[in-house]
């Protein structure tokens, strides 16, 4: 062994009783495992990469490599490595483990791993498994009693912390080596039954379930079958193995409705005695459709279609029929005047009219709320066959056929009661309808709100309701509106508190025509009456839109008199001026 490789590793193994050195100093040892019964240990994974001088050991791999390294870096050869540097390194290890392994600090499994360089380039090694079996036994009966006592048997919402240990285990080849696809996903539905009734816990469990099955599907069962070609800025690219069709060997999962369940949350139960593993590639992505951001629908879409590619026949399905998470009644309808059609895989509801007429637009908007009230994405689009093309008076809004759907709707004042109630369903903070994008993006329920609040002051609640949902920070057709709204109505005592919420959501690119209308003082007193509560920032934003910058607002005030000059001083103190 040459002095520098004698001198490297003593660099490596230093760096190895330092990391383990400063994590068994730590006060918080006992009480971290005992948040829950479901986690063993605090470390299950450690690497090192050996740079000279600056040898890393850590339990998060931050994707360092050669890139940062010298030119003048020693670079093994691979021989070395595997001849003489791993045997020492593992040794230190051993010792370490064989001293705290049956602390909480080391979990019931660990993976020992390492980044050399080499002449070759970068040489990543897994350097030792180890498993310590009296762990791995405990935890398999705290996940054992855990299942049957807390989910299969439960009645009371779980702990999100529980759904993040017990979501990884559940997919954990060493723990599971012969995995019931059907089993696993009974505990991951049981989970959000349980938690159902609690909508922001219900989706932490879900997004913890997601993220796991995510994880289990790229990392472990993908690769099996396909050679995976990783990439940092998009979609990884995948291409199949030769002779790596499942075949008969899939069992697909039948997704199917329970009468007695809430239909919000049941999704995608396995029916078949016999499960597969790919059952649970496709309940990722029914869950990754149904439950994630728009954002993340391509990797959805992208396990379906590997799914395919194995030779799953439910793949195939799904992604020509839907994901079959709904009733066929829900998703199919023909009468007389209307035909509709749902796909959540594609987030897509086509709907043909043969009879124009508000029969054919109250059949198809009930069709859409239903399916948006089972969990349909709200993130949808509409695939319109009609003849009439009719589109809002507003204008700088995206002439899609959604757009065009809910206008021809509106031309029917029988149907704006059941628009309404279709907006209220639609209205989410943060979807946006999938055939909309950069400035004309629009939330669900945007063209019927619009429609509706510039048809009757009736409909003012809603807009205010709608407005406190609006993400202005991905949405700007909130301004399109507020300048046809504003038009309309103009300032009155009922308008003022609409075009106040509206105003807090619009963007500094929108300029209102009001001023004059606020040379009267009473005007000026509703808007006053309106903004006091709010912070400076907010009140600076809406009354950007109609005075510009404070300083303007201050120098209207500086020129007023009486009354007049009192209220525009008293809204340039509310502006923080």
Same mark, same amino acid.
């Given at each position: 062994m040459t002095a520098a490789l004698e001198q490297a590793l003593e660099e490596m193994i230093q760096a190895i009783h330092e990391w383990f050195d400063e994590q068994t100093a730590r006060k918080d040892l006992e009480q971290t495992i005992q948040r829950t019964k479901l986690q063993m240990g605090i470390f299950d994974d450690i690497f090192v990469l050996y740079k000279p001088g600056r040898t890393i050991v850590d339990s998060l791999d931050m994707g360092w490599d050669e890139g940062s390294l010298s030119t003048q870096a020693i670079r093994f050869t691979e021989e070395m490595v595997r001849a003489e540097i791993q045997p020492r390194l593992v040794e230190v290890v051993q010792e370490k483990l064989a001293e705290w392994a049956d602390t909480p600090l080391i979990d019931y499994r660990f993976t020992f791993r390492g980044k050399f360089p080499t002449s070759n380039g970068m040489l990543?090694?897994? +350097?030792? %498994?180890?498993?310590?079996?009296?762990?791995?036994?405990?935890?398999?009966?705290? *996940? &054992?009693?855990?299942? %049957? @006592?807390?989910?299969?048997?439960?009645?009371?919402?779980?702990?999100? $912390?529980?759904?993040?240990? +017990?979501?990884?285990?559940?997919?954990?080849?060493?723990?599971?080596?012969?995995?019931?696809?059907?089993?696993?996903?009974?505990?991951?539905?049981?989970?959000?039954t349980l938690n159902r009734e609690r909508k922001d816990a219900l989706a932490e469990h879900r997004h913890t379930i997601i993220y796991a099955l995510t994880l289990w599907a790229e990392k472990q069962f993908l690769p099996q079958y396909f050679d995976v070609q990783i990439s940092e800025y998009c979609e990884n690219e995948y291409t199949l193995k030769p002779d790596q069709k499942l075949g008969g060997l899939v069992k697909d999962i039948n997704i199917s409705k329970d009468k007695e369940m809430d239909q919000d949350f049941d999704l995608a139960q396995a029916q078949d005695v016999a499960s597969h593993p790919i059952d649970l590639l496709l309940?990722?992505?029914?869950?990754?459709?149904?439950?994630? /951001?728009?954002?993340?629908?391509?990797?959805?879409?992208?396990?379906?279609?590997? #799914?395919?590619?194995?030779?799953?026949?439910?793949?195939?399905?799904?992604?020509?029929?839907?994901?079959?998470?709904?009733? /066929?009644?829900?998703?199919?309808?023909?009468?007389?005047?209307? %035909?509709?059609? #749902?796909?959540?895989?594609?987030?897509?509801?086509?709907?043909?009219? @043969?009879?124009?007429?508000?029969?054919?637009?109250?059949?198809?908007?009930?069709?859409?709320?239903?399916?948006l009230e089972q969990g349909f994405p709200k993130s949808y689009h509409i695939?319109?066959?009609?003849?009439?093309?009719?589109? =809002?008076?507003?204008?700088?809004?995206?002439?899609?056929?959604? @757009?065009?759907?809910?206008?021809?709707?509106?031309?029917?004042?029988?149907?704006?009661? $059941?628009?309404?109630?279709?907006?209220?369903?639609?209205?989410?903070?943060?979807?946006?309808?999938?055939?909309?994008e950069g400035e004309k993006s629009g939330m669900p329920g945007s063209y019927a709100a619009f429609g509706l609040g510039l048809t009757s002051e009736q409909y003012f609640p809603l807009i205010h309701d709608y407005m406190g949902q609006v993400d202005d920070? @991905?949405?700007?057709?909130?301004?399109?509106? *507020?300048?046809?709204? #504003?038009?309309?109505?103009?300032?009155?005592?009922?308008?003022?508190?609409?075009?106040?919420?509206?105003?807090? &959501?619009?963007?500094?690119?929108?300029?209102?025509?009001?001023?004059?209308?606020? %040379?009267?003082?009473?005007?000026?007193?509703?808007?006053?009456?309106?903004?006091?509560? =709010?912070?400076?920032?907010?009140?600076?934003?809406?009354?950007? /839109?109609?005075?510009?910058?404070?300083?303007? $607002?201050?120098?209207? #005030?500086?020129?007023?008199?009486?009354?007049?000059?009192?209220?525009?001083?008293?809204?340039?103190?509310?502006?923080?001026?």
């Open positions: 990543k090694l897994t +350097l030792l %498994e180890y498993i310590n079996e009296e762990k791995r036994q405990q935890l398999l009966e705290r *996940i &054992r009693t855990y299942t %049957e @006592h807390k989910l299969e048997n439960g009645v009371y919402p779980t702990k999100p $912390l529980e759904t993040t240990f +017990l979501a990884k285990h559940l997919l954990d080849p060493v723990l599971f080596p012969s995995m019931d696809a059907t089993w696993i996903i009974r505990q991951y539905e049981q989970i959000q309940y990722a992505a029914v869950m990754i459709l149904r439950f994630e /951001p728009s954002y993340s629908k391509p990797r959805g879409l992208k396990f379906l279609e590997l #799914a395919k590619q194995l030779g799953s026949e439910q793949a195939d399905r799904m992604l020509t029929e839907g994901s079959g998470a709904y009733k /066929p009644e829900d998703t199919y309808v023909k009468t007389e005047q209307v %035909e509709c059609q #749902a796909n959540d895989v594609f987030a897509r509801i086509t709907i043909q009219i @043969h009879q124009e007429g508000p029969g054919a637009y109250q059949q198809a908007i009930a069709f859409i709320s239903r399916l695939k319109l066959k009609s003849k009439v093309k009719q589109y =809002l008076p507003i204008k700088g809004l995206a002439k899609s056929d959604t @757009h065009r759907f809910f206008a021809n709707a509106l031309a029917y004042p029988e149907l704006y009661s $059941l628009l309404e109630q279709y907006a209220r369903v639609a209205i989410q903070e943060f979807e946006f309808y999938a055939d909309t920070e @991905h949405q700007m057709i909130q301004d399109k509106f *507020i300048a046809a709204f #504003a038009d309309k109505y103009g300032v009155t005592a009922d308008s003022v508190p609409v075009l106040v919420q509206s105003l807090r &959501r619009s963007t500094d690119g929108l300029k209102l025509k009001l001023l004059p209308e606020f %040379e009267q003082e009473e005007k000026l007193e509703w808007l006053l009456e309106q903004v006091q509560e =709010l912070e400076s920032y907010e009140v600076q934003r809406v009354l950007y /839109p109609i005075f510009g910058k404070v300083e303007k $607002l201050v120098a209207l #005030a500086r020129k007023a008199e009486g009354k007049r000059k009192e209220l525009l001083l008293r809204l340039s103190k509310a502006a923080g001026q």
